[in-house]
């Protein structure tokens, strides 16, 4: 296994590996890669972090999952818990 010489770069190095295993027969030149795959791994990881949060707000009913639009789920604030929502929010 290679060594990367920072933790930043086997971050970066990681990333462009995770979209290489999404889209395997993905060709692109070095400025591509740097626009299009980094932004696009980004968004996925930012996709994922959302989801499991929505998930964590659902569960601790901050939030109201119902019904759907174009079959995904819509969220809604529980404005029964309007003070509790500030608390959690306003916490150091």
């Known amino acids: 296994m290679p060594r990367q010489s920072s933790e930043g770069e086997a971050q970066v190095a990681r990333e462009i590996l995770n979209y290489f295993l999404r889209k395997p027969f993905a060709v692109d030149n070095l400025e591509g890669i740097a626009r299009w795959r980094l932004m696009d791994e980004s968004i996925h990881r930012s ?6 949060a929505l998930s964590w ?19 809604r604030l529980d404005r029964k818990k309007l003070s509790q929502v500030r608390r ?3 916490r150091p």
């Not at 996709?47 to 499991?52: D, I, Y």
């Not at 707000?57 to 969220?75: A, D, R, W, Y």
């Open 57 to 75: 707000l659902v569960k601790h009913g901050l939030l109201i999952k119902e019904g759907t639009h174009l079959s995904e789920p819509l969220f």
């Open 47 to 52: 996709l994922e972090e959302t989801r499991q």
């Open 88 to 90: 959690f929010i306003n």
